[in-house]
């Protein structure tokens, strides 16, 4: 009986010991890169050890090979791109673009700056393609241009302009004192 119990008590014992190992190997699915240019430096992840997934021709594909990442239409020829993607400007240490890929196409939100820090613009992806809002800021920080997607294709187009600005906001006022009264 006391055997039993003992080894119970081992293996209740043994089991938060076995979930790290298996967390770490679940994370590393990945292998982390980083690749220097005269202007930049790169983070990203690799995928590691998956087979190529089949190709879609109208899809862009980033890959990883001699040293350098590298983009084609329908096509890939090394590893994929597979996790956080984050770029920044080697002078100033800001950041250039950040996102992720998933299999070597982009996912997810993108992010781009201006080179004094400034954001530019902000993109959503899915399986590769444009795939909801791509907002374009102005000098001052504002959004100026608004576009929605869909699929890769267009479904809204909104320019933001100062002056449209004003009248959004007068208007949204008038309806206010409406509602009051």
Request: proline share 4%.
């Amino acid at each position: 009986m006391k055997n039993q119990f003992s080894i119970a008590a081992l293996l209740i014992l043994a089991l938060p010991c076995c979930k790290p190992v298996e967390v770490k190997q679940a994370e590393d699915i990945t292998l982390k890169a980083v690749v220097h240019s005269d202007t930049s430096t790169i983070n990203f992840r690799l995928a590691k050890g998956e087979p190529s997934p089949k190709t879609n021709a109208s899809s862009t594909y980033y890959w990883f090979a001699h040293g350098k990442i590298n983009t084609a239409q329908g096509y890939h020829a090394g590893k994929l791109l597979h996790g956080p993607y984050v770029e920044y400007d080697r002078a100033t240490k800001k950041p250039i673009a950040s996102g992720a890929f998933a299999k070597g196409l982009k996912t997810g939100r993108w992010l781009r700056w201006e080179k004094d820090g400034r954001l530019k613009e902000i993109k959503f992806f899915k399986d590769g393609e444009l795939n909801g809002p791509l907002v374009k800021y102005d000098v001052a920080g504002n959004p100026k241009d608004t576009l929605k997607y869909k699929g890769g294709k267009v479904v809204l187009k909104k320019v933001e302009s100062a002056d449209s600005l004003k009248v959004s906001v007068l208007s949204r006022i008038k309806r206010f004192i409406k509602l009051k009264k």
